[in-house]
C-alpha cells in the first residue's frame, strides 16, 4: 500500500510546517488505505502540521495532480514569495481537481 504525502514541499519545510505562513498551508494526502492515511496524519501531526491542514485528495491516482507543485517554486525567492506562489499554484491545483471530480462524478472519460 502507498500513501503519498509531503511531495510538494523541500524537506525542511516537510519537518517544521510553521516555516511558511505560520503553518497555515495545505499538505496533500492520497492513497487506498483508510487507516494507513490515518498513521500518516498522526505522524504528520507530530511534524506540526494541522488537521485543518492536511487535504485528502483521495485515492492514489489523485498524487498524479500534486507531481508538478514542487518544480514550479523557485528556491530563490524569499519565504513570503514563495508562500504567495503556492497559494496560486493551489488555486490552479483546485480548478484542476474540480474538474477531475467532474468528470467522475458525471462518468466522462477522454477516448485517446
Not at 65 to 82: F, R, V, Y
Amino acid at each position: 500500500m502507498v500513501i503519498k504525502t509531503l511531495n510538494t514541499m523541500w524537506c525542511g519545510l516537510m519537518v517544521n510546517p510553521k516555516l511558511v505562513g505560520n503553518g497555515d498551508h495545505i499538505n496533500f494526502i492520497s492513497g487506498n488505505n483508510s487507516e494507513a492515511k490515518n498513521k500518516v496524519i498522526k505522524l504528520l501531526n507530530q511534524f506540526g502540521w494541522l488537521d485543518k491542514n492536511i487535504l485528502d485528495i483521495g485515492d492514489i491516482t489523485g498524487a498524479r495532480a500534486t507531481e508538478s507543485l514542487l518544480p514550479q517554486i523557485n528556491h530563490g525567492e524569499s519565504l513570503e514569495d514563495q508562500s504567495y506562489l503556492c497559494k496560486s499554484i493551489l488555486v490552479f491545483f483546485g480548478v484542476g481537481l474540480f474538474i477531475i471530480f467532474l468528470t467522475r462524478k458525471l462518468n466522462l472519460t477522454s477516448e485517446a
